[in-house]
């Protein structure tokens, strides 16, 4: 069974902080390294960072220094600490494998979960 569940958005003002949370399934996040995603109305969706099986991470430049990526292979859940939030930080944010479940062979179609919505806002 395939499964990404991800939970902790909500609405935030600029320089607030967030923490989100990834339920994977075995599936995807055994073996894996796991991203988490956004995409903003209008855009497409982008990698802002991804851990390693071994915890080593990665982000885009736009988000080092203020996000945290980190993973739970006991619990299959990846996790992002958001501080400093900026209004461009506002879009939906996904997990997945990176590469993402179907570039992985682990499912045929596109697969993605609900994602959380992150509103960054005054």
């Known amino acids: 069974q395939v499964y990404l569940g991800e939970s902790g958005g909500g609405l935030v003002q600029p320089g607030g902080s967030l923490r989100l949370s990834c339920a994977a399934s075995?599936?995807?996040?055994?073996?894996?390294?796991m991203g988490w995603y956004r995409q903003a109305p209008g855009k497409e969706r982008t990698l802002v960072a991804s851990v390693s099986t071994d915890g080593t991470p990665k982000y885009t430049d736009s988000v080092k220094g203020r996000f945290t990526i980190s993973r739970d292979n006991t619990k299959y859940t990846v996790y992002l600490q958001l501080i400093d939030l900026r209004p461009e930080d506002a879009a939906v944010y996904y997990c997945n494998g990176d590469p993402p479940a179907q570039d992985l062979g682990i499912t045929l179609d596109d697969y993605w979960g609900q994602g959380t919505q992150v509103t960054v806002s005054s």
């Open positions: 075995p599936s995807i996040f055994s073996g894996n390294a």
